[in-house]
């Protein structure tokens, strides 16, 4: 089976810097790493309460500015031991990947994913640490 729990959620931000500041002064996160993506245009931070287990908020700065007033949740991910048995597992039910990400990606921490589209087009990003 492909999960183990929810690993994180994206959600997409105008400014990275003020968002990590009103998280982590108000709401009380900590920031647990910080980096941009390998497409050289996102921005990234991942931010939880300092359990090395949690779930946590993935900040997206350079997705897309043009959010409604309510912010907007890009996706969730799910947690797996072994992407490329995972990718191989749903690609054989024929799901649907989501353009541009139908391929297995390395992060710079060595994080690995790929996305599909749930039946409401919703993004499940999974994530491979």
């Known amino acids: 089976m492909a999960g183990h729990r929810i690993d994180h ?3 997409v931000v105008k400014d990275l810097e003020t ?5 982590t002064d108000i709401v009380g996160f900590t920031v647990k790493s910080q ?3 390998t497409n050289g245009v996102l921005q990234l ?3 939880g309460f300092g359990n090395g287990d949690e779930s946590e908020i993935e900040l997206i700065q350079g997705y897309n500015d043009n959010l ?3 912010g907007k949740v890009h996706h969730f991910a799910v947690t797996v031991d072994d992407v490329e048995a ?3 597992r749903v690609k054989r039910l024929n799901a649907t990947f989501v353009p541009g990400f139908d391929t297995i990606t390395t992060l710079p921490n060595g994080h690995r994913y790929f996305f599909i589209y749930g039946p409401e087009n919703e993004w499940i990003e ?3 640490r």
Request: proline share 4%; aromatic share 30%.
């Open 9 to 11: 959620v994206g959600v």
């Open 19 to 23: 968002t990590i500041r009103f998280y």
């Open 68 to 70: 409604p007033t309510e």
């Open 35 to 37: 980096f941009t993506h």
């Open 45 to 47: 931070a991942f931010l």
């Open 126 to 128: 999974f994530f491979q």
């Open 86 to 88: 995972e990718y191989e």
